[in-house]
């Protein structure tokens, strides 16, 4: 709540400089929510045994703010983050090194997101209300991960994080309520070019509010 709050002050400041200034410029402040998943990949185990994972599918929220400094033409900056994709990977026979001895484990993982960015998002208006939207732009995205295995009564984990810039490419449709208020949805891909996580698709709804 704090950064919306300061998000939309700095966002006031600039509408009245640009007042004053009399010139194009137009702020604002957005709140999305975002479903995000990740592509299928195949990870190889220390004995050579192969996973393959499914999707990971994420919600997410993101607060934005931007300016247009031409009517067709806008740069904003985004926070994004996500909750917990939790998935089960089945059950794996693991061999010992040293004994021999085999056991039966089941692996299960955890992992989330938090990015943050800035895009460049060009408009061409179809109607009185309706634009269509195009964005480039570059993100840092910060995975964590968590892998849990468990056999017989014995549960062990382990948890280490990747962050890496990536570029941002999307479309989308935006409706404009009137001046201040306006719908979004858009589609946009990343490659984060991380481990495990190199695409992300994103599908988000939200708002937009024009001061």
Known sequence: MRKTLL???VASLFAAQAQAADFFFKPYVGLDYIHSWTDVETEELDDGTEIKDNKDHMNAGAVSVGAKFHPNFAVEAFY?????????????????????????VNLKTEVKYKAFGLDLVGSIPVSDKLEILGTVGTGHYKVNYKVMAKSGGISKSDSNSKSKWGIRIGAGLQYNFNEHISARMMLRNTNTRIEGFKNI?????????YF
Do not use: E, M, P
């Open 201 to 209: 698709t994103d599908i988000t709804a939200g708002v937009r509010y």
């Open 80 to 104: 994004q983050q996500s909750d917990k994709a939790k998935k089960n990977l089945g059950n794996f026979v693991y061999v010992d090194d040293i004994s021999g001895d085999a056991y039966n």
């Open 7 to 9: 998000l939309a002050g």
